[in-house]
């Protein structure tokens, strides 16, 4: 019988971002596609968007670029920095193709505007891939505009002028003459077509392949402002914004007449929304209702707040079905029943489990977790006049200017919004619904305003992580080849109405998974089936959004399937990605279907990390083994190891980690890289162990670190080695795709050690703890 591939062709768009392409921030894109506009001959950008990221509008150097009369040069740095050095990174690629030396760079940060320097956003590991190219072309640009500007002035042909370190030489002539000297007559010029740019060679880069720290680096080690929360403007006041702990819950009664007569107040009232009457709620729905206490400083606004008396109407909401217990419940009746829907069916799955030499099972879980940022949501406003001025480190500023639009009344065209510097954001300032607030505030006290929120308020009213649950069950033949896989997925959202629009699921943001999603490439009778259930709080993406489970769940299962044929762990997986099965029909949505993850460049990441840690090599003591685990996502091609020790009282220390990354042909900048793959290291590894966020009658529960902790210093590994596959492929990013393997590899080294498999997160639930 022909085998037959089923996909639900409207489902793709509740990814938030998936492993093979995907939809971030709703905005559809292919992987590995040629960037639209790059300058002739030189490399695709390696995935999303046009020239100025995110298919924006031709940039120009002169917006990005200013040489100063003693030739020192000023860089724009367009994209929002919360910690993944950006703000070093493109003006590096600048710099490199304009040909000076970095030490003459000054670095200024952008305002918000997308007209002049195109797409400007933190997120998605995608500065990397939709910069390289444009960036590059800005430098490259203004080099030959300064080359062609010397040749009018010598008068000989451009052909025979070089560059370096801010100068345009003629050896035959031995003349010299810097870019400062030849900023004017270059201010008058029209920027070249792309098509004739030059690149450089990538054996003469000086800057790109270097090692250069973050321009904020001698501010955020003295202690000098540098970060959202420090900002300051002169007759500024102090907010703060206390909202039910129930999403939507309105102000029933209060004491804001005794609130009005503490010392410092100058404002204090009651914000009425309109209720959000969505089976899902939706991704960032700005302004909510609560109330706002201004005063002189923040310590009265908060001390004010302390005082506050009031009653909610907390809505729909606020019931029994919405805890964490009822969830949990539910998605164990809806798991073993009968799916809602048919992500993508290939073959027979069923009939090849049933028939198989081999049939494992097993059901995984993983709950919500906080982005907990170190530094809380705040933001700056200044409402005058019927204008916004904004302070705020917004991952995607130019929404933060439609809420603060929307909740000020006032056309986009009106807010000038200044880019600050975050500290930490991991997808949270991904909404900005602490900007809103900030811009309404300021226009009904009609003075500047600072809102600062304090850790409770982050933690209880963040877009977390969603949690979920897979049903999973899978057949070997008698060889201990993978023949058959299937997958029922539990999450969040709201069934279609039937009516065909839309996804025949609707999950909550980040609460997808798409249908191309691995294994799927390589299993010849492969199911995918969603279903979902109500869900009271917000979810958003976390760093590597729907990877973050997904990676623990695949290669936690794939590791059972291999200690189930009896093979090596590292090996099992050498040849799954070897497996081979009829191509599949293309995948709508710009995914790329299964073509877009790439066998060769995983198995080189895996190999790769099985050299380094010399897997399969050591006599460990009892108690320590090594663990396994690969994923690809934005892009980004990793392997990691773990060697971890557990000790009787389920103590666990994690020894040593190897990471191998295939993120393209160049690492732009090695000690920024080598820090985001540690970072994500550590983070990872506080997300396996102890984060969880529970809900009770639609209130979250936790609301500091002591109950939802970042990893301890004591409790990181001694060592990360980060190895990289150079491949001819276009860089991509880091930040994200680094972390997901990390927690089955250490899982999945817990169980050989131990022989126990865990199977929900975070492990604490199941006795565990760092030792």
């Known amino acids: 019988m022909k085998k037959k591939t089923t996909i639900d062709r409207r489902s793709f768009l509740t990814v938030a971002a998936t492993g093979t392409g995907g939809v971030l921030f709703g905005l559809v894109f292919k992987a590995d596609a040629q960037q639209p506009g790059a300058a002739k001959g030189a490399p695709p950008a390696g995935g999303r968007g046009g020239p100025a990221g995110f298919g924006g509008p031709a940039l120009k150097p002169a917006d990005f670029i200013t040489v100063n009369s003693d030739n020192s040069v000023t860089i724009i740095a367009k994209n929002p920095e919360v910690g993944q050095g950006v703000r070093s990174l493109l003006p590096m690629l600048i710099a490199e193709e304009l040909d000076v030396d970095w030490k003459d760079v000054k670095v200024v940060q952008a305002d918000q505007d997308q007209a002049k320097y195109g797409g400007q956003i933190a997120g998605g590991s995608t500065a990397t891939p939709t910069n390289w190219v444009p960036m590059r072309q800005l430098g490259a640009q203004a080099r030959l505009m300064f080359v062609n500007a010397a040749a009018q002035t010598w008068n000989v042909p451009a052909a025979e002028l070089t560059t370096g370190s801010g100068k345009v030489m003629h050896k035959a002539s031995n003349r010299t003459v810097t870019y400062g000297e030849l900023a004017s007559k270059v201010a008058a010029m029209t920027p070249p077509d792309p098509a004739s740019i030059k690149y450089k060679d990538p054996k003469d880069y000086k800057i790109i392949g270097t090692t250069v720290v973050s321009p904020d680096l001698p501010k955020i080690v ?75 400083s923040w310590y009265q606004a908060n001390s004010a707040r302390k005082k506050l008396q009031v009653t909610w109407d907390e809505g729909p909401r606020a019931t029994a079905d919405h805890s964490s217990t009822a969830y949990a419940a539910k998605a164990q009746q809806i798991g073993t029943g009968e799916p809602m829907s048919t992500t993508r069916k290939d073959g027979d799955p069923e009939g090849a489990i049933k028939s198989a030499a081999k049939k494992v099972e097993a059901n995984y879980s993983y709950p919500f977790i906080s982005h907990a940022p170190l530094e809380p949501q705040n933001c700056t406003a200044h409402y005058k006049d019927g204008k916004v001025e904004i302070w705020s480190n917004s991952q995607i500023p130019a929404s933060g200017r439609g809420l603060a639009a929307t909740a000020c009344g006032v056309d986009q065209s009106a807010i000038t919004f200044h880019m600050v510097r975050g500290g930490g954001g991991f997808g949270r300032r991904l909404t900005n619904d602490y900007v809103a607030e900030a811009a309404y505030i300021s226009k009904e006290v009609n003075a500047p305003v600072k809102l600062l929120w304090t850790r409770e308020d982050d933690m209880k009213h963040d877009y977390y992580r969603p949690g979920g649950f897979q049903f999973l069950s899978a057949g070997l033949d008698a060889s201990g080849k993978v023949v058959a896989w299937r997958n029922h997925f539990v999450t969040y959202g709201a069934k279609n109405d039937g009516q065909g629009k839309g996804p025949a699921i609707q999950s909550v943001s980040a609460g997808g998974i798409g249908a191309t999603e691995f294994p799927q490439p390589f299993i010849e009778n492969f199911a995918l089936y969603t279903s979902a259930q109500p869900l009271a709080i917000r979810t958003g993406s976390l760093r590597a959004p729907t990877s973050n489970a997904m990676a623990f769940v695949t290669q936690s299962f794939i590791d059972e399937l291999a200690h189930a044929a009896g093979k090596d762990p590292v090996q099992f997986r050498r040849d799954l990605l070897s497996q081979t099965k009829p191509a599949p029909p293309p995948a709508p949505g710009g995914f790329g279907g299964g073509n877009a993850f790439n066998a060769s460049r995983m198995r080189g990441v895996l190999d790769l990390v099985a050299e380094k840690s010399g897997w399969g090599k050591k006599t460990l003591p009892k108690g320590t083994a090594m663990g396994v685990g690969f994923h690809f996502s934005h892009s980004g091609y990793f392997a990691e190891v773990a060697e971890v020790t557990v000790s009787g009282n389920k103590k666990v220390k994690v020894n040593k980690v190897w990471v191998a990354a295939d993120i393209g042909s160049t690492i732009i900048n090695p000690g920024q890289a080598m820090n985001m793959a540690q970072g994500a290291i550590i983070d990872g590894m506080g997300a396996m162990m102890e984060q969880e966020i529970t809900v009770d009658r639609g209130r979250v529960v936790q609301s500091n670190f002591n109950d939802h902790p970042l990893l301890r210093i004591s409790a990181a590994p001694s060592d990360i080695e980060v190895h990289y596959v150079k491949s001819e492929n276009p860089p991509t990013g880091m930040g994200e795709p680094s972390m997901p393997p990390i927690l089955p590899a250490i899982a999945n080294a817990i169980f050989s050690a131990t022989g126990d498999r865990v199977r929900a997160l975070p492990f604490k639930k199941a006795g565990y703890s760092w030792a």
């Open 222 to 296: 003295t202690g000098k402002p540098v970060f959202g929360i420090d900002q300051t403007v002169p007759g500024m006041l102090y907010a703060v914004y206390e909202k039910c702990g129930v999403f939507g819950g309105k102000v029933k009664t209060h004491n804001l007449d005794m609130i009005k007569t503490l010392p410092g107040i100058k404002a204090a009232f009651v914000v009425d929304r309109p209720d959000v009457t969505a089976a899902v709620l939706p991704g960032d729905p700005g302004l909510e209702s609560g109330i706002a206490i201004v005063a002189e």
